[in-house]
């Protein structure tokens, strides 16, 4: 890998979060609690209802960010956990 791959990797999922964030907010339409703060972002959804609401979006996001992680296995390992 040369030595831009990891800031490439850094803005596509950067991005690929960010445009997930924006759908959830701007396309659908929801409030969820959204923190970005030093390098990390949280987002929640506050009811089941609105989780199925974005869950074609989150499973869009996981499957992005899978493809990522195959080409950059030792940068990025992706993990499905629920709360």
Not at 12 to 21: D, E, G, L, N, R
Not at 27 to 35: F, H, Q, R, S
Not at 39 to 66: I, P, S, W
């Amino acid at each position: 890998m040369n030595p831009e791959g990891p800031e490439i990797l850094c803005a596509a999922v950067s991005s690929a979060a960010y445009m997930t964030a924006n759908a959830v907010t701007e396309v659908i339409g929801l409030k969820p609690v959204l923190l970005n703060k030093d390098g990390n972002m949280y987002l929640k959804v506050k009811t089941e209802q609105e989780a199925e609401q974005c869950r074609v979006l989150f499973d869009g996001l996981e499957l992005h960010l899978r493809e990522i992680a195959k080409d950059y296995p030792k940068y990025l390992k992706v993990r499905n956990s629920e709360v």
